[in-house]
């Protein structure tokens, strides 16, 4: 099989920024795909940002210099052909909404090279959901991260009925080779090994906000203190982003359909999103 040289990463938001470059800093040739100039101006400046964590957060190497290397390895592309000319694993990190992933993978199977192998790194969606839409079934698997990787270095690794299991051997080597500690999976399962423990936590935690029992605040407060965790419940929702909340809540049953009408009245339409733009249920800026 050939080998996974060349990296493209789809989508730029927080997440799909931090494997793109957790990639390139770790040797790789990455290209960093999003929809339009605009978006790629944003991702460029979040890049640098990375550079500036790895640094202040004294990553190995990254004050001598591999910090601006990795950045000299990241291309940029919006033109969904030309970033997946040569790659030989497609790293997609786009928003949790099925119609837009369907059609994004659609339009990658038709541009992507036969041997080029695609993964998904959805939270909330089963690779067999999507993989009639590849083209490319066996060479289809999920590569799922944590948020701040690299500090929360996992990388959930879970294939389908199809994946030739010659590939997810490859893709779990990849995750190794990028600092990532290989999570693998034997069989599907929605919320990976990782949010199927963290999402119940959220759950409870907006049902006793929505339910009038506690504010915010005091959720997280509560949490950190009985638990020793650094991050409250609402202070993770801030990290993943609100939008990716409730895109993910509005799914659910009658009470987190609640909580994502909730919080799009008070926070998404307000454009408190969450860390990424320095508001959401807290104000980071400063």
Same mark, same amino acid.
């Given at each position: 099989?050939?080998?996974?040289?060349?990296?493209?990463?789809?989508?730029?938001?927080?997440?799909?920024?931090?494997?793109?470059?957790?990639?390139?800093?770790?040797?790789?040739?990455?290209?960093?795909?999003?929809?339009?100039?605009?978006?790629?101006?944003?991702?460029?400046?979040?890049?640098?940002?990375?550079?500036?964590?790895?640094?202040?957060?004294?990553?190995?190497?990254?004050?001598?210099?591999?910090? /601006?290397? =990795?950045?000299? &390895?990241? +291309? $940029?592309?919006?033109?969904? #052909?030309? %970033?997946?000319?040569?790659?030989?694993?497609?790293?997609?990190?786009?928003?949790? /909404?099925? =119609?837009?992933? &369907?059609? +994004? $993978?659609?339009?990658?199977? #038709?541009? %992507?090279?036969?041997?080029?192998?695609?993964?998904?790194?959805?939270?909330?969606?089963?690779?067999?959901?999507?993989?009639?839409?590849?083209?490319?079934?066996?060479?289809?698997?999920?590569?799922?991260?944590?948020?701040?990787?690299?500090?929360?270095?996992?990388?959930?690794?879970?294939?389908?009925?199809?994946?030739?299991?010659?590939?997810?051997?490859?893709?779990?080597?990849?995750?190794?080779?990028?600092?990532?500690?290989?999570?693998?999976?034997?069989?599907?399962?929605?919320?990976?090994?990782?949010?199927?423990?963290?999402?119940?936590?959220?759950?409870?935690?907006?049902?006793?906000?929505?339910?009038?029992?506690?504010?915010?605040?005091?959720?997280?407060?509560?949490?950190?203190?009985?638990?020793?965790?650094?991050?409250?419940?609402?202070?993770?929702?801030?990290?993943?982003?609100?939008?990716?909340?409730?895109?993910?809540?509005?799914?659910?049953?009658?009470?987190?359909?609640?909580?994502?009408?909730?919080?799009?009245?008070?926070?998404?339409?307000?454009?408190?999103?969450?860390?990424?733009?320095?508001?959401?249920?807290?104000?980071?800026?400063?």
């Amino acid at each position: 099989m050939t080998e996974l040289k060349q990296i493209t990463v789809l989508g730029t938001g927080v997440l799909g920024s931090q494997i793109a470059y957790q990639t390139a800093y770790h040797g790789f040739d990455v290209v960093a795909y999003d929809i339009n100039a605009e978006v790629i101006e944003k991702a460029k400046a979040r890049f640098d940002s990375l550079a500036a964590a790895y640094k202040a957060e004294n990553v190995e190497g990254a004050k001598e210099g591999k910090a /601006d290397e =990795a950045l000299q &390895r990241i +291309t $940029y592309s919006y033109d969904l #052909a030309e %970033a997946v000319t040569k790659a030989d694993l497609v790293i997609e990190a786009i928003p949790e /909404d099925f =119609a837009i992933k &369907r059609d +994004t $993978y659609e339009k990658l199977a #038709a541009v %992507a090279p036969e041997h080029t192998v695609f993964a998904t790194n959805s939270s909330t969606l089963l690779p067999s959901d999507l993989k009639e839409f590849t083209g490319r079934p066996e060479k289809f698997l999920a590569l799922h991260f944590a948020n701040h990787v690299w500090v929360n270095n996992t990388a959930e690794v879970m294939g389908t009925e199809s994946t030739d299991p010659a590939v997810y051997r490859e893709v779990v080597e990849f995750a190794k080779n990028i600092g990532m500690v290989p999570i693998e999976l034997k069989k599907e399962k929605a919320g990976y090994v990782l949010n199927s423990l963290l999402v119940p936590l959220l759950n409870a935690a907006s049902d006793l906000l929505i339910d009038g029992i506690a504010d915010p605040d005091m959720v997280d407060k509560t949490w950190r203190i009985g638990t020793g965790a650094p991050f409250g419940p609402f202070q993770i929702m801030d990290v993943v982003g609100l939008t990716t909340v409730f895109n993910i809540s509005s799914q659910g049953g009658e009470k987190q359909r609640a909580f994502a009408d909730y919080i799009k009245k008070n926070y998404i339409d307000e454009g408190k999103l969450g860390v990424a733009v320095g508001e959401g249920f807290y104000n980071y800026k400063g």
